[in-house]
């Protein structure tokens, strides 16, 4: 039976091996967000390593807009030959949600896999009248509708966790979108709105400068790298929301390549000197395979679609 199989297998094995294989070319990773934000930083942080992994060079490249449908929609026109990614969050079911004339289905995307895992922060300006969570939410209650956050974008996975902030503490804010984390991050610095809901690594100039801090994190428990600031379950029970980074591939995309790159991202988030500066942009690294992924995408649809059903961001 061995000696069958041997045979066998280079009758098979050109089909299996061009399936799995990258031209000679580079392998551009679409961020659809801003420089300086978190999926950027993280596609940064795994570019070296996914060259040596690919054996192709990996270029990173941003095509802002619509809430990452500018960029999205590029990768859903590309050819299904390995050579052309998207990194992209929960943004890819909330915003079918929120905007049902997308001319792209982002179900249609084959998943590669997961790259992370991550709640985000609530960070406020400096000067802002209250220095914790429940100040901030006390200044909203005394002035509803004036206090402003800024998040990525309308129906962002940050505009969510804003909506169930509002829903839970009965608070009433005033939405600001940018076009990425890194936007919302210098609107806060110059004092010209109140909060924003972004990722941590988008808000640590924020802090560096002195011009803001942090108050609390979306996920269901304290980051380690920010101890002191609590997670707003804390003081608004039942809230929990944090959101994740997952690879897409544009439609037609076979599972051996998928496979195949697939190895790649999970060998560079896995590497212990990544994972380090991966967990210091406020992520948590993961390493989800493409059915494992597709499976976790899928019951993250469900979820989210009733939490902005709730909120009255379906459209």
């Known amino acids: 039976m061995q000696r069958r199989t041997l045979l066998a297998a280079p009758l098979f094995a050109p089909a299996v091996l061009h399936a799995q294989s990258l031209q000679e070319r580079p392998v551009r990773l679409i961020v659809p967000y801003s420089a300086g934000g978190v999926a950027d930083t993280v596609a940064r942080i795994l570019q070296p390593r996914l060259t040596e992994e690919l054996g192709q060079p990996l270029i990173v490249e ?81 002035r509803p509708g004036e206090v402003t956050f800024g998040t990525p974008g309308i129906a962002h996975i940050g505009h969510l966790m804003g909506e169930l902030l509002q829903q839970l503490s009965g608070v009433r804010l005033e939405h600001v979108p940018f076009r990425g984390g890194a936007d919302a991050a210098r609107e806060v610095t110059g004092g010209r709105i109140d909060a924003c809901i972004i990722s941590e690594s988008s808000f640590n100039p924020v802090m560096r400068a002195e011009r803001g801090r942090p108050i609390g994190v979306t996920g269901g428990a304290r980051r380690p790298n920010l101890p002191e600031v609590p997670a707003i379950g804390e003081v608004v029970p039942g809230y929990e929301l944090a959101t994740w980074m997952m690879i897409f591939s544009p439609p037609g995309t076979p599972m051996p390549l998928r496979q195949r790159l697939s190895r790649g991202f999970a060998a560079a988030v896995t590497d212990p000197a990544l994972r380090e500066r991966i967990d210091q942009s406020g992520n948590d690294p993961a390493s989800k395979g493409p059915e494992e992924a597709t499976a976790y995408w899928r019951s993250e649809r469900e979820k989210l679609t009733a939490l902005m059903r709730r909120a009255g961001l379906a459209g």
């Open 62 to 142: 941003n095509r802002t807009g619509a809430a990452g449908a500018i960029g999205a929609g590029y990768v859903a026109q590309a050819a299904p030959d390995g050579h052309t990614l998207l990194l992209e969050g929960a943004t890819s079911i909330t915003g079918p949600l929120a905007n049902r004339s997308l001319p792209f289905d982002y179900g249609a995307m084959p998943i590669v896999g997961q790259i992370t895992a991550a709640p985000y922060v609530l960070g406020i300006r400096a000067g802002f009248p209250g220095e914790d969570l429940r100040a901030f939410l006390a200044e909203a209650h005394r």
